[in-house]
Structures are given as structure tokens and as C-alpha cells.
């Protein structure tokens, strides 16, 4: 079976500008949640959606966003890019909101 | 206070060393104890999974939890090359789904 799958994989934008990252979570998984990593810290939590419902967000300001479509795959927005966006972003499904979470391989993005 | 505490290392061990990765946490509400191995620039692997306190056996692979003390651990047997990584605690609980990481610590073995 395919695990999470994220595109794309590499992302190079300026500072300002919108970015959309998209993931598909494992078949049969319900629950997407996004998260952060900047290089040399742990993932932070920015967003998780279980049914098409947004069911936590993290400490990120308004400039992020996201949703998740009836086939359960998922997007995430970021506006207004800054230099401090530059990260790995990670999308992780489960199959309940509850259950453990799967990572895809994550989108690398930089702003310059 | 950060809620998770883990020692970045770096941390270099000969092959087939026993390996002895911790956390710390403040949360008293985490109930679900999980460790992630992150090979460089690729998605964190999901490695073990426990909820409360315990231990855990995989392979290699043993994972210990104690709630009283708030502390996590992960010990690799006759470590390999391969294993070299970083590998990340996270915890969840409390009413609340997301996942909530230490720093990492990064882990080499050497031939």
C-alpha cells in the first residue's frame, strides 16, 4: 500500500509571496494533520483535520490555512511568506483523529 | 519550560553498541508515548508506540515509559550503521490529538 504521499517536493518562493502544499493520506485514513519542521527542531503542530473538520490548530498565525477535501486528501495555504516560513513542511494521517500518525516525506520549502 | 525535553547530541556510538535515547516531559496529561526515527531530509518513521507506562519490545528495539518520573526511553540493541538518524519523541493526550516533539537527537554509529 502507498503511505502519505506530499507534492511537491521541493518549493522555492520569495518573501510575500502564496504557497499551497497538498497531501493524500494513506487509503482509508481519515485524519490529516500538518506540521512544521524547522531545521534542527522537532515538527510543530500547525493543523489537523479529521472528517473535513478542522479538529486543532496549533500556535501559527492567521497566514496559514488548510482544509480537507471529501476524498480526505488535504491542502495547506500559507500567505504572505516570510524568510521564517522556510521549512519542511510534514503531513501525517491516521486512520481516527486519535490514532497514531503516519509522515509523508514532506515538502521542502525556502523563501528568499 | 518547554513541555518535551530531549538532548539534541550529537551522540556517536561504535557498531554494536547499546544505545540509550530519553525525553523528558511536563505534561502530565500525555498518555500515548511514541518514537520517530528521521533519516536526513526524509519524512519521521514511526519506530514504537505505547501508551502509558511500560515497556515495549521490538526486534532490537525496546521502549520504556514512567509516568511517575515523566520519563521516556528508547534503548537499540547491537546497534548498525543503519540506525544512524535522528530519532524524535513525541506525546499526545489530554483531549488533544496533535503530536508534540522533542528537539531530537542525532545519532551515529560507526563500522
Known amino acids: 500500500d502507498a503511505g502519505v504521499t506530499q507534492s511537491p517536493t521541493h518549493l522555492i518562493k520569495t518573501r510575500g509571496q502564496q504557497v499551497t502544499l497538498r497531501c493524500s493520506p494513506i487509503?482509508?485514513?481519515?485524519?490529516v494533520s500538518w506540521y512544521q519542521q524547522v531545521l534542527g527542531q522537532g515538527p510543530q503542530f500547525i493543523f489537523q483535520y479529521y472528517e473535513k473538520e478542522e479538529r486543532g490548530r496549533g500556535n501559527f498565525p492567521d497566514r496559514f490555512s488548510a482544509r480537507q477535501f471529501p476524498n480526505y486528501s488535504s491542502e495547506l495555504n500559507v500567505n504572505a511568506l516570510l524568510l521564517g516560513d522556510s521549512a519542511l513542511y510534514l503531513c501525517?494521517?491516521?486512520?481516527?483523529?486519535?490514532?497514531?500518525?503516519?509522515f509523508g516525506p514532506g515538502t521542502r520549502l525556502t523563501v528568499l | 519550560q518547554k513541555e518535551v525535553e530531549q538532548d539534541p547530541g550529537p551522540l556517536s556510538v561504535p557498531e554494536g553498541a547499546i544505545v540509550s535515547l530519553n525525553c523528558t516531559y511536563s505534561?502530565?496529561?500525555?498518555?500515548?508515548f511514541m518514537w520517530y526515527r528521521q533519516y536526513s531530509r526524509k519524512g519521521p518513521e514511526l519506530l514504537m508506540y505505547t501508551y502509558s507506562s511500560g515497556n515495549k519490545e521490538d526486534g532490537r528495539f525496546t521502549a520504556q515509559v514512567d509516568k511517575s518520573s515523566k520519563y521516556i526511553s528508547l534503548f537499540i540493541r547491537d546497534s548498525q550503521p543503519s540506525d544512524s538518524a535522528t530519532y524524535l519523541c513525541?506525546?499526545?493526550?489530554?483531549?488533544?490529538?496533535?503530536?508534540?516533539f522533542g528537539k531530537g537527537t542525532k545519532l551515529t554509529v560507526n563500522p
Open positions: 501525517a494521517s491516521s486512520s481516527q483523529a486519535t490514532d497514531t500518525q503516519y
Open positions: 513525541a506525546m499526545s493526550g489530554g483531549g488533544s490529538e496533535k503530536l508534540v
Open positions: 487509503s482509508g485514513h481519515k485524519s
Open positions: 505534561n502530565s496529561a500525555f498518555q500515548y
